[in-house]
């Protein structure tokens, strides 16, 4: 296990820096009207004065509009655009068609509850809603987002029981070269002047998300206030930091993820920023249990494969190891490779090693398969789940309300 010393105090306050990259997510998402009403437009000017005969934003239409019946109305501006398309997370793009009153709209069939990620595609143009302030942000790909909610609701649905606190830390990074940011997550009646302590998560986003994603996206918070309350998972911290060691990985203009050479030193960095800059910030400020029995790692995707190697390859550190949809630099056979250590000895160590896919995933099914295969080979214990779905939130969000109620329970 690496060294491990204290990393910078972070700050609290919103007044921080941020890595330019996660700036460009977070201006994206609030650029998009502008984009919109320069697309629709063609000129501020014409947009100015459209504005100006609107009596107040009240007049604003609301959007998207949820159905009872699980149907979603969206409206858009038309302005001066000639093509508006829907295109919603797994339906096939929708066109759109001018209503009476001079929007853009378009009605889907009764969908299952879920949150669905969606953009408009204006004159072949993609852009967000602007009508719409729930943002997936994204490096590469930010979406509008939109909640068809259950009855009874979803374990990921807001409901009036005791909730949380999400707190959301800067620092700087000396290995990363660059400011970072994490999200803490500490349960119902957490008192940071108590002494009782608690377990730790480490809960890592997938491949171009930003730290936020977990919470903002996978409503993990709100799952875990929902499960806590119905006395289904222990009370535990929950640390969700951004998790590039190295930025070119998520690189726009270089080979990015398909370079080995710059995967492996990400995940090389990462593993460093773990051990000496997040773990250290989180014990210097947070009441957590020390130890791998007290001690979680899990992830999706890109996630998925950090919190596979980091925590196999250090199991004096975790005891509780989850990957969803992992990638982990190899679709495999050569794991050996990835964890060179690991061997049968190691099950008295590990409390639960958890891998879960989706059973349609487009990404890493042969991958995850051939890991199961590798693990078995070498009579490592493990629980393997295959959960119905592809490479998409609505399969971790089902895999985080099944191995959360499991972790830290001996």
């Known amino acids: 296990m690496p060294k491990q010393h204290l990393a910078p105090a972070p700050q609290r306050v919103s007044t ?133 909610p259950a009855s009874p609701p979803a374990p990921w649905q807001t409901t009036h029981v005791p909730h949380g606190t999400v707190t959301e830390h800067f620092y700087h990074s000396p290995i990363a070269a660059d400011n970072r940011n994490l999200f803490v997550y500490t349960p119902p009646n957490y008192n940071p002047l108590a002494t009782q302590q608690y377990p730790v998560l480490y809960l890592l986003h997938g491949y171009s998300d930003v730290a936020s994603a977990w919470t903002a996206t996978g409503r993990a918070n709100i799952m875990l206030d929902n499960l806590i309350a119905a006395k289904k998972a222990n009370p535990m911290i929950v640390v969700m930091p951004l998790g590039y060691g190295d930025d070119g990985v998520v690189s726009r203009t270089g080979p990015g993820l398909g370079d080995k050479r710059i995967f492996s030193r990400n995940m090389h960095n990462f593993q460093d920023q773990m051990f000496t800059e997040i773990m250290p910030l989180v014990a210097q400020h947070y009441q957590i249990k020390s130890g791998p029995a007290h001690t979680a790692i899990a992830g999706l995707s890109m996630g998925g494969g950090e919190a596979l190697v980091v925590g196999l390859n250090n199991l004096n550190s975790f005891g509780w190891v989850c990957g969803l949809s992992s990638y982990c630099g190899t679709n495999g056979p050569d794991f050996s490779r990835v964890f060179p250590h690991l061997t049968s000895k190691d099950n008295a160590r590990i409390n639960m090693l958890w891998i879960a896919c989706g059973k349609r995933d487009p990404i890493v099914l042969k991958g995850n398969r051939n890991l199961n295969a590798w693990l078995t080979a070498r009579d490592i214990h493990f629980k393997s789940i295959w959960t119905p779905g592809g490479h998409q939130w609505r399969v971790w969000r089902n895999n985080f309300i099944h191995f959360a109620p499991l972790l830290f329970k001996m």
């Open 16 to 148: 921080g820096s941020i890595s330019r990259r996660q700036f460009s997510a977070t201006t994206l998402a609030a650029s998009a009207a502008y984009a919109l009403r320069m697309i629709a437009t063609g000129n501020t000017a014409a947009y100015a004065a459209r504005a100006a005969t609107a009596k107040s934003w009240n007049q604003l239409p609301v959007c998207p509009r949820v159905h009872a019946d699980g149907r979603i109305t969206f409206l858009l501006p038309v302005g001066k655009s000639k093509k508006a398309v829907l295109t919603l997370g797994g339906q096939k793009p929708m066109a759109m068609a001018i209503n009476a009153d001079g929007y853009w709209h378009v009605t889907t069939g009764p969908l299952p509850p879920e949150i669905y990620s969606y953009a408009f595609e204006i004159d072949g143009v993609r852009i967000l809603d602007p009508l719409n302030p729930w943002v997936k942000k994204n490096l590469f790909y930010p979406s509008s987002l939109v909640l068809v």
